[in-house]
T-cell receptor, first 115, second 113 residues
Framework: NAGVTQTPKFQVLKTGQSMTLQCAQDMNHEYMSWYRQDPGMGLRLIHYSVGAGITDQGEVPNGYNVSRSTTEDFPLRLLSAAPSQTSVYFC??????????????FGPGTRLTVT | TQLLEQSPQFLSIQEGENLTVYCNSSSVFSSLQWYRQEPGEGPVLLVTVVTGGEVKKLKRLTFQFGDARKDSSLHITAAQPGDTGLYLCAGPSFIQGAQKLVFGQGTRLTINP
């Protein structure tokens, strides 16, 4: 099993450009989420999904869109990139149930720089 | 507002020394998790503590959940360079009506040979 995979590993965008960060998991996990990690801020939840067709906002959703058409894939879209979105982005998945009951599996991250 | 405060934010010690890092909150948590993150990788779960006063050991790492379930600590005995990394605590919190996992800002640990 590959676990959680993310592409690309690195990306540089100009302000105003759009892009999609890809995330896929092969563990048949229903719950998937996107976090951003900034120095001194820990991990902050952007959006999450409890299953195909169901998404919801986390702590910092502004500027990001998500969709979940399959169990395996959970792409994150930046419609108009801003320098404030420079960060490292992590996708995670876990089985359904109470949030503390199961380990979250994280992907390797995408390092995004917006100039 | 950060619900989980970790201290210290940075710690650099020599191989063989002992250390403790802390995760504190003014709120009660039903459980806390500890993750370790190495450079260029995503966090990996080390342990989950669910009962007040609980102590769990993972080789040279000892995790404790406070009696009041507002804090947790990670103690490393005889630290080794392989322990270097970012240590994150995380706990469930209700955000916009749903239970989600919130993270502390992390403790960046460097063990010097």
């Amino acid at each position: 099993n590959a676990g959680v995979t993310q592409t690309p590993k690195f990306q540089v965008l100009k302000t105003g450009q759009s892009m999609t960060l890809q995330c896929a998991q092969d563990m048949n996990h229903e719950y998937m989420s996107w976090y951003r990690q900034d120095p001194g801020m820990g991990l902050r939840l952007i959006h999450y999904s409890v299953g195909a067709g169901i998404t919801d906002q986390g702590e910092v959703p502004n500027g990001y869109n998500v969709s979940r058409s399959t169990t395996e894939d959970f792409p994150l879209r930046l419609l108009s990139a801003a320098p404030s979105q420079t960060s490292v982005y992590f996708c995670a998945s876990r089985p359904p149930g109470r949030v503390y009951s199961y380990e979250q599996y994280f992907g390797p991250g995408t390092r995004l720089t917006v100039t | 507002t950060q619900l989980l405060e970790q201290s210290p934010q940075f710690l650099s010690i020599q191989e063989g020394e002992n250390l403790t890092v802390y995760c504190n909150s003014s709120s009660v948590f039903s459980s806390l998790q500890w993750y370790r993150q190495e450079p260029g990788e995503g966090p990996v779960l080390l342990v989950t503590v669910v009962t007040g006063g609980e102590v769990k050991k993972l080789k040279r790492l000892t995790f404790q959940f406070g009696d009041a379930r507002k804090d947790s600590s990670l103690h490393i005995t005889a630290a080794q360079p392989g322990d270097t990394g970012l240590y994150l605590c995380a706990g469930p919190s209700f955000i916009q009506g749903a239970q989600k996992l919130v993270f502390g800002q992390g403790t960046r640990l460097t063990i010097n040979p």
